[in-house]
């Protein structure tokens, strides 16, 4: 089961899942941010279900269930503004349901934890040791508290129920199927260059990221769940740049020759962010293989298309 199936990641493991030869997947999606386009190639192989359904109702299926990947929530900064309550409610309420059904079914139970776990992050690259520096009341903590509690509740029902957990933390991962409004810098950024529009830069541009494609990351979370490594572990894709360097990217791959213009940096923007995946290495064998030379450009032919 892949809960939040419909969405960007979800909707290209339940893919992933499929050729690897499930023997069937099922998504559970309210379509709040996923989308049925998403699920397209999918709907005509016959293993593959969606049921649509809110998880922070809870969740009853018939049958067997071996794994429950939980990807339900909406995860940009835009989102943050208009979806907060459902945010709070899907990493809190979601996530208890996800353990719920797990421990019914006997499933492993793999959640989708983040890199804002580690919040504005003061230790440089972030280590999976680190405990964070996150504004408990800051306008991100809708997001990073939940996600926070998220990881407290997965790691209290293997402790308290014995339900087999994983806790990937996720890093800025972009590819085909992102939303073109959804107001991260990948969709924004490469949206506004094919428009011919300025690319917006908040702040000075300075701060850093890190982006993974899709793929790897599809792949590092597929060797988590296999694995019965417990504790939490980074995936992402360590080449970090400063987001000003991203722009310039975009403009070369796109050919685009709009410029920059600045904007306001959000309050609580991290100023720096790149993954320590030491641990994904040694215990999983996982690390990235795809640059942002391969991976952008296959992004760029997305949304060229949608446009
Ligand atoms: P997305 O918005 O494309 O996907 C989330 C999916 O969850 C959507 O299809 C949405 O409709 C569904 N959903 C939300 N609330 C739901 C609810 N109450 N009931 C049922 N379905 C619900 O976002 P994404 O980028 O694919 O992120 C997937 C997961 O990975 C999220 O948990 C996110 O926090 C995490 N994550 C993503 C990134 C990234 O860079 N993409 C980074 C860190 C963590
Ligand atoms: N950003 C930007 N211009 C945009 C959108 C985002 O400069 O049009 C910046 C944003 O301030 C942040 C970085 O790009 O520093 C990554 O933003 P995103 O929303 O993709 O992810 P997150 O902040 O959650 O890492």
């Known amino acids: 089961m892949v809960l939040g199936g419909a969405g960007f990641l979800g909707s290209h493991l339940c893919e992933r899942l499929l050729a690897d030869g499930a023997e069937s997947v099922l998504a559970v999606d309210n379509l709040v941010t996923g989308s049925l386009k998403n699920l397209e190639g999918l709907q005509r192989d016959a293993r593959f279900d969606l049921l649509q359904h809110d998880v922070c109702l809870p969740l009853v299926v018939a049958g067997p269930v071996d794994y429950v990947f939980n990807l339900a929530s909406p995860a940009s900064p835009k989102d943050f503004e208009v979806l907060w309550l459902e945010i709070m409610r899907v990493g809190s309420l979601g996530t208890q349901h996800a353990l719920e059904l797990a421990e019914v079914k006997q499933a492993v139970m793999l959640q989708a934890s983040t890199s804002e776990i580690y919040g504005d992050p003061l230790v440089h690259p972030q280590v999976e040791s680190y405990f964070?520096?996150?504004?408990?009341?800051?306008?991100?903590?809708?997001?990073?508290?939940?996600?926070?509690?998220?990881?407290?509740?997965?790691?209290?029902?293997?402790?308290?129920?014995?339900?087999?957990?994983?806790?990937?933390?996720?890093?800025?991962?972009?590819?085909?199927?992102?939303?073109?409004?959804?107001?991260?810098?990948v969709p924004e950024l490469v949206g506004r260059a094919l428009r011919g529009e300025p690319l917006t830069l908040y702040g000075d541009g300075s701060q850093t990221r890190s982006f993974c494609f899709v793929d790897d990351l599809i792949d590092g979370i597929l060797?988590?769940?296999?694995?019965?490594?417990?504790?939490?572990?980074?995936?992402?894709?360590?080449?970090?740049?400063?987001?000003?360097?991203?722009?310039?990217?975009?403009?070369?791959?796109?050919?685009?020759?709009?410029?920059?213009?600045?904007?306001?940096?959000?309050?609580?923007d991290p100023k720096q962010r790149r993954p320590d995946i030491t641990r994904a290495r040694t215990l999983l064998g996982w690390e990235p293989k795809v640059t942002l030379e391969e991976g952008l450009p296959r992004t760029i032919e997305y949304f060229r298309g949608l446009l």
């Open 223 to 268: 060797k988590l769940a296999l694995s019965t490594e417990q504790g939490p572990v980074n995936v992402g894709n360590p080449r970090e740049q400063t987001i000003r360097e991203f722009a310039e990217a975009v403009l070369r791959a796109t050919g685009g020759t709009s410029g920059l213009v600045f904007r306001p940096l959000p309050p609580g």
């Open 132 to 185: 964070g520096n996150v504004d408990s009341t800051g306008p991100r903590a809708i997001y990073d508290e939940a996600k926070r509690y998220g990881e407290a509740l997965v790691q209290a029902f293997r402790r308290k129920r014995g339900v087999a957990t994983r806790i990937v933390r996720i890093f800025n991962t972009y590819g085909p199927r992102m939303r073109l409004d959804d107001g991260r810098v």
